[in-house]
């Protein structure tokens, strides 16, 4: 069902089409607001603005629903793997036994760097962030497969994905090993995808390495989790840069980008420092929380709060629970879980939070589980990046795939300076 919209403008009126989504989302269609009447949206935020129709993941922020191509979280996180779920994503609809096996064989023979790749390592510092050398590296892809520059002439897009998808495991394991000061662990292909991050990140030449099954499930169902989130900033981000053509190694690596910063995938890490701040003794969670009530203080409850969710985030619900089997499994008795769990309870009992509907999103529990398995910290974001690879490369798709699509080029309101004169040099104070 769609109808129309009226705006009245300086004694004008005009209509505009609506448009309702298949879950009952509406819109006003704008696309010729500036043609007709001369004037511009003005949505800095975006958080009114409709960029783009997507038959990808579907999210309600008011009762807390999340699905990926119409299959509730909570089910896929249960029944699939990461890979089968990537797949759902990629392709929209669940793979069959022999989709599966096919798609799962290609990743895992696309798991190798180039040799040369690896000779970029020695250029970054030690202490180079996980995510300024994972961002670099899967940008620095381009270089080394230019059949896939040119997305409007690639015949062989879904080598790129498989490509991606196998080997950004590998491009984060070896910045950890670089910082680490260790050798580099070349995948094993008859690992499956967790289990191959873990052992090339924890194993060294000198001992065997076992994965340990519960650790590697874990990490399978917080990639699940972290899929895919339709139009969110690193995603945007990759719609963005891919829609002036740029290729999908170079629209990747800028969403890792757009990943990175704390109010976005950046939080996991700053969750567990905030956390492990409060263990330290630097303050309880009461005045941790005041802290970050107050207008004085730009301090905020890192993990809480979500521009879509005004309802408990449906990802945090499975990793408290993940996160509370996991420690139990491995017999770890957790002082920051007990913090985060304390935290929680204060804050949704608290007006500012209740009222204003801030609820932990996924990244309140995700580190906890992280450090559990030995991630160090600054590697936590990348991790999250792992696991939103297929909803990047499948919003990138999509966006290709439609044959209207435009270049993103959003409007402005200038407010700086009207014309003026030059002013010569020796004539400026
Ligand atoms: N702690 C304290 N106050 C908060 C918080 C928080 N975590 N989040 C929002 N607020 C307050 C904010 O100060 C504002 O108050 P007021 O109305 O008095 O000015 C009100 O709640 C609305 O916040 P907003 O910043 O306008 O909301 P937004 O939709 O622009 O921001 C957010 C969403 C996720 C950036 C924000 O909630 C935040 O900074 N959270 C902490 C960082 C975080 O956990 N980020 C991960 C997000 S989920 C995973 C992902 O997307 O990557």
Redesign the pocket.
């Known amino acids: 069902m769609s109808g129309k919209a009226v705006l009245k403008l300086e004694g004008k009126e005009y209509e505009f089409d609506t448009l309702v989504g298949s879950e009952g989302e509406k819109a006003i269609d704008f696309t010729k607001l500036r043609a007709r009447t001369g004037y511009v949206g003005f949505d800095p ?1 975006y ?1 009114n603005t409709g960029s783009c129709r997507s038959s990808i993941t579907f999210v309600d922020g008011e009762k807390g629903i999340l699905r990926y191509r119409g299959y509730p979280i909570e089910e896929i996180a249960e029944h699939a793997t990461f890979l089968e779920t990537a797949y759902l994503l990629i392709h929209g609809d669940l793979p069959t036994a022999q989709q599966l096996d096919a798609f799962v064989s290609d990743v895992s023979n696309h798991t190798m760097l180039h040799e040369d790749i690896k000779r970029f390592y020695a250029g970054f510092p030690k202490k180079a962030h996980p995510m300024a050398v994972s961002s670099a590296v899967a940008g620095a892809l381009s270089a080394f497969y230019p059949e896939h520059l040119d997305p409007a002439k690639d015949q062989d897009l879904n080598k790129a994905i498989i490509r991606l998808i196998a080997k950004l495991p590998t491009i984060i394991s070896y910045a950890y090993k670089h910082s680490a000061g260790q050798p580099f662990m070349y995948p094993r292909n008859n690992l499956d995808y967790a289990s191959n991050l873990l052992r090339m990140m924890f194993a060294t030449p000198c001992e065997e390495y076992e994965v340990d099954e519960t650790v590697a499930k874990a990490l399978d169902i917080l990639l699940i989790l972290h899929a895919d ?1 339709e139009q ?2 690193s995603t945007s981000t990759v719609r963005l840069v891919g829609s002036s053509m740029s290729n999908l190694f170079a629209s990747v690596s800028a969403g890792i980008s757009a ?1 990175w910063g ?4 950046g ?1 996991n890490q ?2 567990v420092e905030m956390l492990e701040s409060i263990a330290s003794g630097e303050g309880s969670a009461e005045v941790f929380l005041e802290k ?2 107050s ?1 004085d203080d730009t301090t ?8 879509v969710y005004k309802n408990y ?1 449906p990802r945090a619900t499975i990793i408290k629970k993940a996160c509370s089997d996991v420690l139990e499994k491995l017999g770890i008795h957790s002082k920051l879980l007990e913090i985060a769990v304390r935290l929680e309870e204060i804050a949704l009992s608290d007006e ?1 939070f209740v009222s ?1 509907r ?1 609820y932990p ?4 529990y995700s580190g906890i589980i992280y450090q559990a398995i030995n991630f160090p910290v600054n590697l936590f974001t990348a991790l ?1 990046a792992m696991g939103r690879l297929p909803g990047w490369i499948s919003q990138w798709v999509e966006m290709h795939d439609d044959k209207g699509f435009k270049i993103g080029r959003p409007r402005q309101i200038y407010e700086g300076a009207t014309q003026r004169p030059w002013k010569p040099l020796e004539e400026r104070l």
């Open positions: 935020g958080g989130h969110n900033c990943l704390p109010l976005h995938g939080a700053k969750v970050a009530k207008r905020r409850l890192m993990g809480f709060g979500h521009r985030d500012y204003r801030l999103n996924v990244d309140f999250f």
